[in-house]
């Protein structure tokens, strides 16, 4: 059993910033890439950024130079650190993980999400 659980999220103000982080938990032999998706209202659910065990990352074009990804593998951990929030950001967002467990399984691993509300 492995399990994400996501945290940071809340209400800012446009121009706001915030720190979602995600932990993986449970049966973990590694995990390999780690990615940041979204779901605004009304929308489907989109890439946000995602990361690789080696650190390679990538960004959806919406929030490149605003968004960071970075993950902490020792601790099992992303982050996703959110400058210059617009409206537009406003979505649950949730975590994914590609993850191996200790029976060598491959499983894909969601969280359960955390809003962000980006509103004055």
């Known amino acids: 059993q492995v399990q994400l659980v996501e945290s940071g999220g809340g209400l800012v103000q446009p121009g706001g910033s915030l720190r979602l982080s995600c932990v993986a938990s449970?049966?973990?032999?590694?995990?390999?890439?780690m990615d940041w998706y979204r779901q605004g209202p009304g929308k489907e659910r989109e890439l946000v950024a995602g990361?690789?065990?080696?650190?390679?990352?990538n960004y959806a074009d919406s929030v490149k130079g605003r968004f960071t990804i970075t993950r902490d593998n020792v601790r099992n951990t992303v982050y996703l650190q959110m400058n210059s929030l617009g409206p537009e950001d406003t979505a649950v967002y949730y975590c994914?993980?590609?993850?191996?467990?200790?029976?060598?399984?491959?499983?894909?691993?969601w969280g359960q999400g955390t809003l962000v509300t980006v509103s004055s």
């Open positions: 994914k993980a590609d993850v191996r467990n200790i029976a060598r399984t491959t499983l894909v691993v």
């Open positions: 449970g049966s973990i032999f590694s995990i390999n890439d």
């Open positions: 990361i690789t065990s080696s650190g390679r990352t």
